[in-house]
């Protein structure tokens, strides 16, 4: 009997006493419990709230496009040299022609003679990439309004009408079919070359026996004992710039941007050419 008395004493359940570890859990459940509840009815708050609409950034209004005036007429235009065809006529005969894409070209820069001393329009032909340019020739673009920098610039003659920055000049603004115009290229280079190929010299005799079949023989004179400057001698030939004059203007493709020009025209295929009036 002593022994249960002792053990009922000991257990702290019979006298109606929690342990320590007990307590501490329920306070913290109950500290819990009100955080968790207010979280979950938050987060169905937050479900049922619907989202605030984003406003709408305000468009800025677009700048209105400047009004330019007609394209003008120009003593030249920016070209490139495609190849050679041939075509047709009316009366059926074969053309030899040469393709070249003449234009568009934009007017970046126009010359004034209270300014500049004359009257002329710099053109540009062919877009290129904004990170290829440095920042004045940029400055100089963004100036024309232009929305790509040009790769190829050139002043031609203004002969009639205003000239103003940002303008478009295609073929049919500046040349007619049958007129005659003046190509100016860079002509294919073709290396070192002796007289015979290079100027036409005659050559002396083919026979046995000659020493001089292709050599240019004397090259100065006995007087001042040099050589004469411009005296034609072997060297580098093709590579510089030529002007093929009397060329014909025979067919104009305005929605392909294309001239047809009767006969060969200097330089090789994809060559820049400056297509001139006469």
Do not use: W
Not at 73 to 93: A, C, P, Q, S, Y
Not at 126 to 132: F, G, L, N, S, V
Not at 180 to 203: C, D, E, H, N, Q
Not at 217 to 241: D, H, I
């Amino acid at each position: 009997m002593q022994e249960e008395k002792q053990l009922t004493e000991e257990t702290p359940q019979a006298n109606g006493e929690q342990p320590e570890a007990a307590t501490q859990t329920e306070s913290a459940e109950a500290i819990v419990a009100p955080e968790a509840e207010a979280g979950a009815a938050g987060a169905a708050a937050t479900q049922e709230t619907p989202a605030e609409p984003v406003a709408a950034a305000e468009a800025t209004p677009a700048q209105p496009k400047r009004e330019l005036p007609p394209p003008p007429v120009l003593k030249g235009l920016i070209g490139r040299k495609l190849g050679m065809t041939h075509i047709f006529d009316e009366n059926g005969r074969m053309v030899a022609v040469t393709v070249v894409e003449l234009g568009p070209c934009y007017v970046v820069q126009v010359r004034t003679p209270e300014k500049d001393g004359y009257s002329a329009a710099q053109i540009g032909f062919e877009p290129m990439k904004t990170q290829r340019v440095n920042k004045p020739m940029m400055g100089i673009f963004k100036k024309a309004a232009l929305d790509k920098p040009l790769r190829h610039l050139k002043e031609f003659e203004i002969i009639d009408g205003q000239a103003v920055s940002g303008q478009e000049v295609r073929a049919e603004h500046v040349f007619t079919e049958g007129e005659t115009v003046k190509v100016t290229g860079i002509s294919k280079g073709k290396g070192f070359a002796g007289v015979v190929r290079r100027y036409g010299f005659a050559g002396g005799p083919m026979t046995h026996g000659s020493m001089t079949h292709r050599r240019p023989l004397s090259s100065g004179a006995t007087g001042p004992q040099r050589v004469f400057k411009g005296k034609r001698m072997p060297g580098r030939m093709g590579g510089e710039q030529v002007t093929t004059r009397n060329l014909t203007i025979v067919k104009i493709l305005a929605g392909q941007n294309r001239v047809l020009i009767k006969g060969a025209v200097p330089g090789g295929r994809g060559s820049i050419v400056y297509v001139q009036k006469q």
